[in-house]
């Protein structure tokens, strides 16, 4: 008989967890730092479905807090701070991505990625020894406790468990930031219009043969010449109509 080969079975905790980066740093006067986003990998076998904490989560917003990670594959967490205030630069908080398998509950690994507030990129304090700076944020976080995140998710999910009401606000919504994001048309290029004058020119000049004209016989243009011309201002008045 041929032996079963089982998945030994893994105990909670001992699974190891990829996340990259393992520190986001916002930065008060960046309003494009004010968006972090995490990397969460799944190198093994087996599917993964996680959930992220915080000792603070008040001050952050998590899309899609929890979810689940196909084998050999990456999610991107995207993580927003919005109590940007200068009370809370240099205070250190805490994300904590606990990982487990789909059909379990105990979680098979954990990792903490740290986060803080900075006024400037610019202003970056001192860089304390490493000793220093590690036994600091073990006695900020020696009693914290790690909360859930209030449930957000992109509008997509949100659509499916949504009433008719709700999917037309934010269809609505999302209407108006892609219409707000789309940028203006500043019309035709120089250059397209340059070079479509170029082409209705070249379609009044003479065809290559007719004697009776008074203009020059070196720009008289051959049949194959003229279509060219008319295909190319056709591609042009396209281009112009859509802009």
């Known amino acids: 008989m041929q032996q079963q080969h089982r998945q030994p079975e893994l105990v909670e905790g001992s699974l190891p967890v ?3 980066p393992t520190e986001l740093v916002f930065y008060a006067d960046e309003q494009s730092s004010h968006k972090q986003v995490l990397t969460l990998y799944n190198p093994y076998e ?3 479905k996680f959930k992220v904490l915080c000792t603070a989560p008040n001050k952050y917003t998590v899309v899609d807090a929890t979810g689940a990670v196909k084998p050999q594959c990456c999610v991107d967490i995207v993580i927003r701070h919005r109590d940007v205030r200068a009370c809370h630069y240099g205070v250190y908080d805490k994300f904590r991505l606990q990982v487990s398998e789909q059909s379990q509950r ?4 954990r990792k903490e ?3 803080t507030l900075r006024p400037s990129a610019s202003q970056e304090p001192p860089s304390p020894r490493p000793q220093d700076e590690e036994r ?3 006695e900020q976080f020696a009693d914290s406790e790690f909360f859930e995140q209030t449930a957000f998710q992109t509008a997509p999910v949100s659509l499916r468990h949504s009433s008719r009401k709700t999917q037309s606000v934010l269809i609505g919504r999302l209407t108006r930031r892609k219409q707000e994001s789309r940028p203006v048309a500043g019309g035709p290029s120089l250059l397209t219009v340059l070079l479509g004058l170029v082409c209705m020119a070249a379609l009044m000049l003479p065809t290559l043969g007719e004697q009776e004209s008074t203009v020059p016989v070196y720009l008289h243009l051959s049949v194959n010449k003229k279509l060219v011309a008319a295909y190319v201002l ?3 008045t396209m281009v112009i109509l859509r802009t």
């Open 46 to 48: 087996f599917a993964l």
């Open 136 to 138: 600091r944020i073990k």
């Open 106 to 109: 105990k979680a098979l690994g």
């Open 234 to 236: 056709g591609l042009l």
């Open 113 to 115: 990625v740290t986060a």
């Open 18 to 20: 990829f996340v990259f």
